[in-house]
């Protein structure tokens, strides 16, 4: 009797399916690779525009106090503290539309005015920017 020889198809079928395996595993890695580049960009955006945001914030305090806080950012809240909202293209916006929050808390300690502004990002609660800012009143 003779036996049939085996064509060596079987072999060819394992390797090509090893060879996808490792071809699924890089494509993974880089997607991961490009997800977290991705996410570490928009922080830094965000983190540059909070801090310019921070930045716009103090100056109008400085210059016009509470009152200037009120009519150029529709800060919300009583003298002590106060709440900005913006969008995601940082326009201002109402609370409910809100995308990013500044929190401003308003001291004075003597002849010290004291600012301490911090910007969030509202869908994570991850805090942007801290700016603390003093004047002589």
Not at 47 to 53: G, K
Request: net charge negative.
């Amino acid at each position: 009797m003779k036996s049939k020889r085996d064509s060596g198809t079987a072999l060819f079928l394992m390797e090509m399916i090893a060879v996808v395996c490792f071809f699924i595993l890089c494509a993974s890695i880089c997607i991961l690779v490009f997800v977290r580049a991705n996410n570490l960009s928009r922080l830094a955006k965000d983190t540059n525009y909070a801090s310019l945001a921070a930045e716009s914030v103090a100056e109008v305090w400085k210059a016009e106090d509470e009152a200037g806080l009120k009519e150029h950012f529709q800060m919300s809240g009583d003298g002590a503290s106060g709440t900005i909202c913006w969008d995601d293209q940082w326009n201002l916006v109402s609370p409910e539309q809100a995308v990013y929050q500044a929190l401003v808390e308003l001291s004075v300690q003597g002849s010290v005015g004291r600012a301490e502004i911090r910007v969030v990002r509202l869908e994570d609660d991850t805090e942007l920017f801290v700016l603390t800012a003093k004047k002589i009143r």
